[in-house]
């Protein structure tokens, strides 16, 4: 048995803006349970990364341990990986992307790597605004490991076993807004529509950016009673907004009536676009979002949808002021200026 794809290709797939057909971005055959939240993800990153015309190779793909941290085996077999260890992606990414930052970082996670052992990891990542993507893939369970419940599991919300969870769970879009996140979103993985476009969009945000997606586990976590099964979700699901993401290449238009969009403009030129957001609803403001997902939890409601954006963010090279260059790019000149440059540094310090 083989999980290769074929190398198959119609010749009237239709191709991006630098040629590639969708199947470029794509990785090996799924070993995941049939109908798992984690390959509609995969999915969506497949589809956000050839409508940006990204070059697989510039992308350098990481992860933990668990079901989410096999899916990127699934997309982008071109492009750069590491399977870390348990909980340590984070640490991880930060030191590949201060070493080169010319790459588009993605990290992908699940909410026992990232919510129970890596949750200091992720904290620190936050708070330090590493520029990357993190998608956490949350099915509220253990599902390597037979279905346990999990940090993020919903109070409450009864098991395969028919076992209730007693505590509280740990909302990790609320700790990334409280630590300092500049980009911010909830999706759901049954909802590509809106899934595609966030992802889109966090790409080319400059800083950190999150996306928790709620991912049911058809084997362990998909049962009545429980608050991540695709019926609760489907049945429980509030958008903040329709979202478009346009990048600048496009033209910029709206046929929309004035005050029911919002468009946001990204460093590099490109536009969110929100449709008929909640009508007091600001995704700029980092305290309004904090109140939204609270009432929506009040009401029993999933909000989903871009929560929260900084419009002109810094990231972690900013903090740090680090040289522009990819540190494998630099000559030895540049290593090596010679011992004057070094004892100027040394009377700097003095």
Do not use: W
Not at 140 to 154: F, H, I, P, R, W
Not at 205 to 232: E, L, M, Q, W
């Amino acid at each position: 048995m083989t999980y290769l794809r074929p190398n198959f290709r119609h010749p009237d797939a239709p191709t991006n803006r630098i040629g590639f057909t969708e199947k470029d971005y794509e990785g090996a055959l799924s070993t995941l349970c049939a109908g798992c939240g984690h390959d509609s993800i995969s999915s969506a990153i497949v589809s956000a990364c050839f409508e940006l015309s990204i070059e697989p190779h510039r992308v350098a793909k990481l992860s933990g341990i668990g079901c989410s941290s096999k899916t990127p085996t699934y997309f982008l077999s071109n492009s750069h990986g590491f399977n870390s260890v348990h909980g340590r992606m984070p640490s991880v990414t930060t030191g590949a992307n201060l070493a080169n930052r010319d790459l588009i970082y993605l990290g992908v996670s699940g909410d026992g790597d990232s919510a129970s052992i890596g949750l200091g990891q992720f904290g620190h990542v936050v708070r330090r605004n590493l520029n990357m993507l993190y998608v956490l893939e949350n099915n509220g369970c253990y599902g390597l490991t037979k279905g346990q419940t999990s940090a993020t599991t919903d109070l409450d919300s009864v098991n395969k076993a028919g076992v209730n969870n007693p505590f509280e769970p740990i909302d990790l879009t609320k700790l990334a807004l409280q630590l300092g996140a500049t980009f911010v979103a909830r999706s759901f993985s049954g909802d590509k529509e809106q899934l595609v476009p966030l992802i889109k969009a966090a790409i080319s945000h400059r800083g950190f950016a999150f996306i928790d997606v709620i991912s049911p586990c058809v084997t362990f976590n998909n049962n009545p009673g429980s608050k991540k099964s695709y019926d609760f979700v489907r049945e429980h699901c509030e958008a903040t907004a329709t979202i478009d993401f346009v990048p600048m290449q496009e033209e910029i238009t709206t046929a929309y009536e004035p005050g029911s969009t919002k468009e946001v403009t990204l460093h590099d030129g490109s536009v969110i676009r929100l449709q008929k957001p909640m009508t007091d609803y600001r995704p700029d403001n980092r305290h309004a979002a904090l109140e939204a997902l609270h009432r929506a939890e009040q009401r029993g409601e999933i909000l989903t949808g871009l929560l929260y954006i900084d419009e002109d963010p810094s990231d972690l090279h900013d903090t740090l002021n680090t040289v522009s260059t990819a540190l494998n790019a630099l000559d030895e000149e540049a290593l090596c200026p010679g011992n004057k440059v070094l004892q100027s540094i040394n009377r700097s310090f003095r």
